[in-house]
C-alpha cells in the first residue's frame, strides 16, 4: 500500500498529505482552537491581530476557531452522509445483483424516477417538509445520493455475480449475507472506493451549497458554508475573510479530486501514461 | 426512418411518464409533513376551532388524491395555487422568475458551449501534451469549487476591486436588454465557469473515445489529413455524446442557478425556491419544484432524442 503511493504522481502524494491534515485538524480541534466554538470574544467584524489571528465574524466569534471547529462539522456530517448513502445504496445495488428478476426491475425503476429530480430541488423539497436538523440532513442527502451508489454497485456487482466462485457459493448454501461479504465485495472493492471519493466530494459541496443557502446545518454549530453567508458582506469592503472556509472547502475537494483521479487511473490500467 | 420515429415517440412518452411520476413523488412528499401544514401555518397555539376552518379554507379535508387530481389538473391548466405567504397567485409571479432565470441560463450556456467544446477539441487532439494536463489541471480543480466560491471571487475581482460589473443583479423587465444584459453578465460568467470545467472534460473524453475507433486509425493509415479526419469521419459521430454532454450540462445549470441567484439577489425561480423553503410556503416550493424537474426531464430528453437523430447508423438503416 506504502509502496504504490510512493511512485503515486506528485498531485496525488499532495492529496493524501492534505486529506491527512484536514483530518488531524477535525480530531483535534478542541486543543487547536484558541477560543471555544461558540464564545463571543469581541465586537463584530474585527480586523486580523493578535488577539484574533482571522479577525471575528458577524456576530464577535473568533474566526479561526470557528474555521477549525468547522473542519470537524462540516467534514463530520459529509462523511457520515456518504457511509450511509452506500450501506444502503450498495446493499440495495449487490442485492438487486444476485436476485435479479422483479426486485431488480422495481428498485432500478424507483432509482430511475428519483434521479429524474434534479437532486437539489428534491432536497429543498424535503428540508421543507421535515425541517432543517441534522439526522433529517444526512438521511434526506443520503437517501438521494444512495441512487448514484445504487446504480455503480449493481453495475459492478453484475460483473462478479456470473463468476463460478459466486454460484459454487451459491450451490453450497451459503446465506446472501455471506455472499455478500465475502465473495461480491473483496472483488469490487476498488471501484467502490474510488466511487466513495468522488461521492464525499460531491455530498461535501452539496452540504456547503445548502448551508450556504441557510438549509443546512444550522447555527450556532461553525460551518464553513455557512460562515461564508454570514460574513458575505465583508467581500464588499475588499476583505478576503469570508472567503476562506470556501478556500477551505475548495481545498478539500481538489485534494481528494487528485487521489481519486490517480485512483482511477491505478485500477484502469493506465499506469504508464500518468507519470 | 420509421424505426427513428418509433424511438423518438417512445422516448417521448417515457419522458411524459416520468414527469408523471415525480409530479406524484413531490405531491407524496408534501403530503408526509410531519403535524399538519395547518399548525406550520398557523402556529401551537391555534385552537382546534381555526385549524379546521383553515383547513376547510385551503380544502385540506378532502382526501389527497383528490387534491392531488386538482393540483395536476390546476397545473395542467396554468393555475399553480395561492402562496401561502403572500396570498397571491403563484402563477401571477412566477412567469417572470422562470424567465429570468431561463434568461441567465441561456446567457451562461451561450458562453460556455461554444467555449467548452473548443477547448475540449484541443485538449482530445493534443492529448498528453502540456496544454492537455494544465486543462486537465484546472479542470480538476475548478469542478472541486463550491458554486458561491467562484461568485465571491468574481465579485471581489471584477465588482469590488476593478469596479467592471455591479456586484447585485437587480434586473427587472422595465430595463433596457442592454442594461439588463449588463447586470446579468457576473451571474452569467459564474455560471459559465461552473459547467464550463465538466462540460470540457466531457467532450474530451468523448473526443478520444472516438479517436480510438478502428476507422478512424484505418483513415489515418491511408493517408488522409488530419483535418478531414475530424470534420469527415469524426465529427458525424460525435455529434451524438457531444450534444448529450451539453444537454446535461444545461440540465446541472438549472441546478446550479440555485446558487448564484441567491449571491447576486438575482430574481429568479431558484431566489424564490430558496425564501420560500425558509417560509415554509408549500404550494410555491411545491410550484417551483415541478417547474425545476420539467425542464430538467425535458433537456435530459432532448438529449436523448437528439443522440438517437444525430446517430448515422440509425438514420441510414440497411
Redesign the interface.
Known sequence: MLKTLWSAPL?AKLGVLVIICYVVVAVFAPVLAPYKETSIVGASYELWSDEYLLGTDNIGRDMLTRLIFGARNTIGIAFATVLLAFIVGGTLGMLAAILGGWYDLVIGRIV???M???????A???????GTSIPSLIIIIALLDSTRVFRISRSAAMNVVVMEFVEAARLRGEGMAWIIRKELLPNITAPLLAEFGLRF?FVF?FI??LS????GIQPPLADW?SM??EN?TL????D?T??LP??A??GL??A???VV?WMLHLSSGLKK?HQ | MSSVLKIVLQRLGLGLLTLFAVSIIIAFVVELLPGDITQAILGQSATPETVAAFRKEIGLDRPAHIRYFEWLGGMVQGDLGQSLASKREISEFVGTRLSNTLFLGGLASAIAVPLALILGLLAALYRNSIYDRIVNLLTLTSISFPEFFVAYILILFLSVKAGFFPGISNVSTDLAFSEQLFRTILPALTLTLVVLAHMLRMTRAAIINLLSSPYIEMASLKGTKPFRIIFHHALPNAWGPIVNVIALNLAYLVVGVVVVEVVFVYPGLGQLLVDSVSKRDLPVVQACSIIFAAVYILLNLFADIVSIISNPRLLHPR
Open positions: 498531485t430511475d424516477i428519483l429524474a429530480i434534479p437532486s437539489l430541488v428534491f429543498l423539497l424535503l428540508l421543507t417538509v421535515f466530494c459541496l456547503a451549497s450556504f443557502l441557510g438549509l458554508g461564508v453567508r458575505a467581500i464588499t469592503y475588499n478576503i469570508p472567503l470556501a478556500v472547502i475548495a475537494t481538489v481528494v479530486n487528485f483521479d501514461e
